[in-house]
T-cell receptor, first 117, second 113 residues
Framework: DQQVKQNSPSLSVQEGRISILNCDYTNSMFDYFLWYKKYPAEGPTFLISISSIKDKNEDGRFTVFLNKSAKHLSLHIVPSQPGDSAVYFCAASASLILNFGNEKLTFGTGTRLTIIP | EAQVTQNPRYLITVTGKKLTVTCSQNMNHEYMSWYRQDPGLGLRQIYYSMNVEVTDKGDVPEGYKVSRKEKRNFPLILESPSPNQTSLYFC????????????FGNGTRLTVT
């Protein structure tokens, strides 16, 4: 049973436009959410996170939005750049202390983002 | 350079032949973990370790063993590999499990024939 779902396996966006990656979860105990980015032949790297006490977190071109009632989060990248082409994994944890919760992190299946120059 | 190093990067083996994938981190991290990545399933946790001599099962531990005899190393052992263990494996570490993100190695692609 996939508790964290990324329903779009792939997404193509024109350079300079906004990229929106979506993630849905089913476990209402999840209280901390993260996005990891993965280039080919490399391991994932941490991008941005949000705790359930917030509905938005911003870091430069990257913003994550959390809608707890809909059990949905999204990652916005504005403006999109060619270097953003990668696979993006959404992850969630029921950490109890609203922080990373690495020992029980549940990952989604990933969305491959391609930025078209 | 701060990093998580996995070896080998690629491995092809036959069913039943014991193998070890090594993982080493140079950041003095307490927490280490192993994941496998499979198409349509994302990253699934195999085993994790909160500190030296402390290990615990993740979501898919069957067929795997780990050990944490020293802080920097966390090898993944497949005593009798089977074809369903063909996968891309990632080792990861962090300062603590709850206060910092994971740092991943570059992966080991294992094929069991």
């Amino acid at each position: 049973d996939q508790q964290v779902k990324q329903n779009s396996p792939s997404l193509s966006v024109q350079e300079g436009r906004i990229s929106i990656l979506n993630c849905d979860y089913t476990n209402s105990m999840f209280d901390y959410f993260l996005w990891y980015k993965k280039y080919p032949a490399e391991g994932p790297t941490f991008l941005i996170s949000i705790s359930s006490i917030k509905d938005k977190n911003e870091d430069g071109r990257f913003t994550v939005f959390l809608n707890k009632s809909a059990k949905h989060l999204s990652l916005h990248i504005v403006p999109s750049q060619p270097g953003d082409s990668a696979v993006y994994f959404c992850a969630a944890s029921a950490s109890l202390i609203l922080n990373f919760g690495n020992e029980k992190l549940t990952f989604g299946t990933g969305t491959r983002l391609t930025i078209i120059p | 350079e701060a990093q998580v190093t996995q070896n080998p990067r690629y491995l092809i083996t036959v069913t039943g032949k014991k193998l070890t994938v090594t993982c080493s981190q140079n950041m003095n991290h307490e927490y280490m973990s192993w994941y496998r990545q499979d198409p349509g399933l994302g990253l699934r946790q195999i085993y994790y370790s909160m500190n030296v001599e402390v290990t615990d099962k993740g979501d898919v531990p069957e067929g795997y063993k780990v050990s944490r005899k020293e802080k920097r190393n966390f090898p993944l052992i497949l005593e009798s590999p089977s074809p369903n263990q063909t996968s891309l494996y990632f080792c990861a570490s962090s300062w603590e499990p709850n206060n910092s993100p994971l740092h991943f190695g570059n992966g080991t692609r294992l094929t069991v024939t």
